[in-house]
Every structure is written in C-alpha cells, then in structure tokens.
C-alpha cells in the first residue's frame, strides 16, 4: 500500500505535464472583455431598454435617492426582469442575501406556476422580486429569533443588479437581497451596510453644503484587493485539515519558503494565467470590474483586485469574486483557499480594502484637489477620519477579528492588530503645522493662511512604501490592510462608515455653529482642525508596524492592542459603541449583541473543527506513520545486533522516535480532553478555546511536525509543505 501522500504528489504532477502537454492546443480565446463586460446582468442599460419610462424612472429614483419602490412598478420591473432572464435561457430565480455566518445563501425557485390546462407557465411577480422567505430557522440569529417566529425575509435591495448564472445544466436568476427577521430585525451583513452608507451620506452632505456645494448624496466606495492561494487539487483532496478547516494543521517547514522572495510579481504559471483568464471573463459577464492580477510574496500565492465601485456593490461583488475563485480552480485542476494562514511559516492571505467617499457629482473626497477650497475640504474629511480612526479603533479591530486573522495579525507579514494611520511624511508635517496654528512653512505652502496657495501634489503611491500600517492614506482613498482575506469585507465597511459618520457628525456641527456666528467656513476649519489634529494625532504613525518599539511607544500612546479575537469581540457592545449604532440607526442593541453572541460562536466552532481535525490527524494519519518508521528502526537495530555490531545511532534514532509517539499520545489526550470541556456561555466557551484549546493545539502541531521531519517520505501520509507550495 502506497500512503496517501506520495500517490497525491504522482497524480498532481501527471496532470501538471499533461495540462503542459495539452494546454497550448486545445486552449481557446475568451471573449474581449469590452464585449461581455455586464453582459449577464440586469444593469442600468438594461433595465433601460426593458422598462416603460415610469417604471424606469421610479427605479433610478429607488437606486439614487433611496425612495420606496412601489409594489405596481415593482410588478412591472419583476415582469421585464422575468422575460430578460427566460431570454437568457434560465429557469430558476433565487434570492442571494449574506447571512451572519460570513458565506452567501442561495434557495432556489423554478419561475414554472402550473396552469389550469395541466401545462405550466413561467411566472414571476413584484411580490416575489422584493419579498422572499427562505426558511431561515437555521441561519444564526444569536437568540434574536426563537423557533416558532423562523422565518425571515428576504427584500431585493434595488442598488446592487440581479445577474445570472450559468452553470453546465441550467442558468438561474440571482437576486441580491437583504435578510431580516419578521420583527425587522438584520440577520446578514447588506442591511446594517445600506444603513451605514445612508447615515455617513447625512452627515458628510451637511458639511459639503457648507463648502457651497450641490451635492445631494454621498457614497462610500471601495476596491477590496483579494489574496489567495492555488495549490493542486491531488494535494488538497489528500489533505483532510484543508478539506474540513481550510487550513493546514500540520506541516513542517519546507527547506525552501519564501525567503528568496522570487516570487513577489515574479511571472505567473500557464495554468494559473489561465485559471485567471476565466475567472476574469466569467466576473466579466456579471459586471464584477476585475483589473489586476499578479503574484503575491508567498510561493503560490496570488492576488485580484477589482475597480472600485459603491461599497455596497463592491461587497456583493467581492463575495462573487471568492465564489467564482472557489468554483472555478478544479477545471484547472487547483483548489482556491482563501483562509487568512493555510499554511504556518509563509505569509498569509489578506484583503486589502481600499475606501473612501465620493459625492454625487462624482467629485473624490479624500482627494487633495487642485485649488485652496478643494485642499481645505479635503483637509476637513481626511481629519475627520482621522479622528473616527483614533475615536473608533476597538470597533475597527473588532470588524476585522476571527480565528482565522488571529494568526495574522501582529505575526510579522500582517499588521498589528493595534490600529493606527499612515498618513505619510507630506500630510503628517501639513497636519503638525495646522496643528501649531495656521500652515506657514514653504513646505506645505501655507494653505490655511493665504487661502491663494495649494497643497503640494501629494504623490498617489505615497502609502504604499510603507506595507506595514493596518490603515493608511494612499493619496486618495484610504486602504485597510489588516481586513481578512476569507472574510466578507461588509462589517468593516460598516465599521469605518459608522465611524466616520459620527466623525463627520461632530465636524459638521462644530463648523455649522461657527458659520452661523458669522464666520466663514475657512476661518472655521482654521479654528477647529487644530483641536481635532492635536486630540487625535495619536493615531498617527508613519514608522515600521512590525518593530517591538512600536508595541511600547503605541501602550504609551493609550491604543488598544487587542491581540486576539476573544479579546476584540466585547468592543461592539460597549455601551458608547452601541450608542453610536444606535444614534445613526445602524443596529440596534439586540442586533449588536446577538452579532457577539454569534461571533463567539463561530470562533468557538472554528477551533473545535481545527482541535478534532488535529486529534483525527494524530491518531489515524501521524501516529501509524511513526509507529511504522519505529518498526523499521527497530528492525534495524535488531538486525544490527544479532549481527554482533553496536547500533549506537540507531538506537538513538528509536529513542527520539519513541519519545516522540509518548508526546504525540500525551498531547492529543491533552487537547482530547480540552475539547471535550464546555462553558455556560459562548463568551466562556471562546475564552476557553483561547486559553486551553489554543494551546493543546500549537503542542500537538509541533511534536507532528517534528515526527514528520523523521519519517522517509514514502511512509508519510500526508502532502508536505514542499510539495503543496512548489509543485504547480
Ligand atoms: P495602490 O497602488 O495604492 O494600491 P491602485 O490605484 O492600484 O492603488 O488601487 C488599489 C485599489 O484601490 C483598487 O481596487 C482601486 O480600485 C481602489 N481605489 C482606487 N481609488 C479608490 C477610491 N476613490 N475609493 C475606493 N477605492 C479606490
Ligand atoms: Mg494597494
């Protein structure tokens, strides 16, 4: 019998060369993208063709302005929806919507009604395009939906467009919805993220107008950049800790990891050019604005990054990206994993989310501008995120926590998990100087004081020399680095808007009350950005992120260094966090704490996945494997001494090993038992994970690592590191 982990390593490389062999000939030219680009979607211009005038207009009203949509138009929308997507050959429609668990969720319904003659007709109605009710009793809600009241909606959210999808043996209407429970209360992630984005346009609107402009919404906009992996799908199929945890769970080190760093932008393999090709060409066709593509740092590592679009879409779009990533990497013969650390010792994977505000007439907000009044407004949102970023870095820290982060974070490739800004030596020496009253120096060139000159050209990749802040300022937008890559990027969307919005809450009042007494709006950002800089600049840190002194000199500064999950999570609840979500009716505080409930859980559940998948591991793959070795070994020695030597080496050898198989023993007992312990709470329950589980697991990891350093190669169950990174 051949173990398991030498065959996947044949298998792969026999589909690797002939995937070489085959690849140049049969492969076939994909569309141009200008060709399919929304293609699959119900977009603007199609709802254009297809909708009366009325009905179309009181949809752009529903998608600009947020107004309710009527349930007569609603009807004739579903109606030209209908025949749009029967067009296109589908036969199902299903309402798509982000439950607390971080996937997407999907039940799907025949659009066939039967008729009276016994034939059936397709039928699809306003009430079914913006009310669906997927039996939702399994969906978490964190204790806010008993059983008797199961079931909850779910409401087509007008902003983001249905779109298609096409699979071998049919196509299907997909519909993006919010979920919520009969009471009204959110059970995913899009409703407190419309909301958000609806409170944060209020209150930036307010200071837009009183820098005279016209203005009547602002959206928020991101581009999230997704880091991933491909290994082949031999290796993965033979990994059971992949498969179930997404992660590996033992592993040693391979001789070569990413420390030539050859790989970092390095050219991309065929199989995987191509993989991506129609990965782009498939979010083509669903109007997902992928641009670029490249590899990561990490040995089989990669990254995509969209244009980036309003935050609302681009989170639909974003979830679509890591489906599509998932779905399509076995037709190449590769598995996608997109868990934050599937492999220890190299970099893991993150999500860069890149964010800021835009206005109706499409005017950046965070962009410096070319003359003095675009500089001042500019200087007005940039401090005001400022201040939401210092005020505001436990719920931010909290939007970007799980089991998975947790090995990210502050581990010398991620960023800390102590929040901070970069804002770059130009606009920090800009700050300092408004900060001690009014910019004079030449360097900055005066803005606040003359009102003639401009701020410096602020050059766009400024942030980007500087990889290690959790959120910096890249010239025009501001990008959050330390958001997972396996993670919807919704809650910390909702974070930072939540955030900001009372940040801009606070400057809009501060600036209305000084205008009103007669000021102008420049002598009243001069007299308030001082106080904002100076109580919020502590924020501020341009240095190395991975540096031990950081950790001191940030403790000294007062920030918050929550390192784990368990400790981040209580930050929604704080009474001045649920305040807030309160004040701009975002979520409420049962929503809030059910969310913590259901985040503990999830932690919780995590790390019982990861514990029994080691003890599995240890006992049916590592544990024989060395017991075998141990009996060659012994063999040996036995063979050695009949023949009258002295196996002095050997010997040794069988030592270590059976010491190694006590520790082996003794330790999976240990996180046996450990697994076994329950708590009253989830909170409890989480903190014991933390505290014992953790623990039990990293001893178990490193005595399977050490055995796996012993056994040849041909008695080891299990691909190793080696070959799951470099073999491609
Ligand atoms: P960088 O090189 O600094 O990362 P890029 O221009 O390559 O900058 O952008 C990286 C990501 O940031 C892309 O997804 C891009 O669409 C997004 N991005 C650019 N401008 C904005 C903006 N105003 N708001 C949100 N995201 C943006
Ligand atoms: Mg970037």
Not at 15 to 40: H, K, N
Not at 46 to 74: C, F, H, M, N, W
Not at 429 to 453: C, R, Y
Not at 495 to 521: C, H, P, R, W
């Amino acid at each position: 019998m051949r173990p398991m982990g030498s065959s996947a390593l044949q298998e792969a490389s026999k589909s690797i060369i002939e995937w070489g062999r085959t690849a140049g000939r049969s492969a076939t030219a994909l569309p141009r993208a200008t060709e399919i680009f929304g293609s699959l979607t119900f977009n603007d211009q199609v709802q254009r063709q297809r909708l009366p005038r009325d009905a179309y207009k009181a949809l752009r009203l529903t998608i600009t302005q947020g107004a309710p949509l009527e349930p007569s138009v609603a009807d004739v929308i579903a109606a030209a929806m209908k025949d749009w997507a029967l067009e296109h050959g589908a036969t199902h429609y299903t309402h798509w919507f982000q439950p607390l668990t971080g996937i997407t969720a999907e039940k799907h319904d025949s659009f066939l009604s039967p008729a009276a003659d016994g034939r059936a007709v397709a039928e699809f109605r306003g009430k079914e395009l913006i009310q669906g009710e997927p039996d939702a009793s399994s969906f978490p809600s964190g204790g806010m939906r008993s059983t008797f009241e199961a079931r909850g909606y779910t409401a087509w959210d007008p902003t983001s467009a249905p779109w298609l999808l096409v699979t071998q043996n049919g196509t299907t209407l997909v519909i993006p919805t919010a979920f919520v429970s009969w009471t009204g209360e959110s059970l995913d992630k899009k409703t407190p993220l419309l909301r958000s984005m609806e409170s944060l346009s209020k209150q930036a609107i307010r200071i837009l107008k009183l820098f005279g402009s016209d203005a009547d919404r602002v959206y928020t906009t991101c581009g999230p950049e997704q880091e991933y992996f491909l290994i082949d799908r031999h290796f993965y199929f033979a990994r059971p800790d992949l498969i179930n945890a997404g992660r590996t769970l033992f592993g040693a080190r391979p001789p070569k990891g990413q420390e030539l760093e050859d790989q970092y932008f390095g050219s991309i393999p065929d199989r995987v050019l191509a993989f991506m090709h129609e990965v782009e060409a498939e979010l083509y066709k669903v109007g997902v604005p992928v641009k670029t593509r490249h590899n990561e740092v990490a040995p089989s590592q990669y990254e995509v990054a969209p244009i980036f679009e309003n935050a609302n879409v681009a989170t639909d779009h974003q979830m679509m990206t890591m489906e599509t990533l998932r779905r399509l990497a076995p037709k190449y013969g590769l598995a996608c994993l997109l868990h934050e650390k599937p492999f220890a010792g190299v970099n893991g994977s993150g999500k860069h989310l890149n964010w800021s505000m835009s206005d109706s007439l499409g005017n950046n907000l965070l962009n410096p501008g070319d003359t003095p009044h675009d500089n001042i407004q500019f200087l007005v949102f940039c401090a005001a995120v400022l201040r939401a970023v210092n005020k505001w870095q436990g719920l931010l820290r909290m939007s970007i926590a799980s089991a998975g982060n947790d090995h990210r974070l502050g581990a010398n490739e991620a960023p800390p998990a102590i929040i901070s800004v970069f804002l770059g030596d130009m606009l920090t020496d800009i700050f300092e100087q408004i900060e001690k009253g009014g910019a004079k120096s030449t360097k900055s060139g005066g803005i606040l004081d003359t009102g003639v000159s401009v701020l410096p050209k602020l050059p766009r990749d400024a942030g980007d020399r500087n990889r290690t802040s959790p959120f910096a300022f890249t010239g025009n937008k501001f990008e959050f680095r330390a958001v997972s890559s396996n993670q919807s990027i919704a809650m910390p969307n909702i974070a930072l808007n939540v955030a900001v919005t009372e940040s801009l809450d606070y400057v809009a009042t501060e600036l209305e009350q000084a205008v009103a007494k007669g000021k102008t709006i420049e002598a009243a950002v001069k007299a308030l950005l001082p106080k904002v800089i100076a109580e919020n600049k502590r924020i501020v840190f341009n240095g190395n992120n991975y540096a031990e002194e950081w950790r001191k000199e940030a403790a000294k500064r007062g920030l918050l260094n929550l390192t784990n999950t368990v400790d981040a999570l209580p930050q929604l609840v704080k009474p001045e966090t649920v305040k807030l979500f309160e004040t701009y009716k975002v979520l409420n505080s049962r929503e809030l704490h059910a969310r913590t409930e259901i985040n503990y859980e999830i932690y919780v559940k995590t790390l019982n996945v990861e514990g029994q998948l080691m003890v599995l591991l240890a006992n049916r793959y590592i544990l024989p494997a060395a017991l075998r070795y141990q009996t060659v070994v012994g063999q040996a020695v036995a063979a050695l001494k009949a023949g009258g030597g002295t196996p002095r080496e050997s010997k040794k050898l069988l030592a270590q090993l059976s010491r190694l198989v006590d520790d082996l023993r003794t330790r999976t007992d240990k996180l046996a038992k450990a697994l076994d312990d329950h708590a009253a709470s989830a909170e409890k329950h989480a903190k014991h994970m933390r505290d014992a589980v953790v623990p039990a697991m990293n001893a178990l990891r490193e005595t399977g690592d050490a055995i796996e350093s012993l056994v040849p190669h041909e008695l080891w169950p299990l691909p190793t590191y080696r070959e799951m990174l470099f073999v491609k």
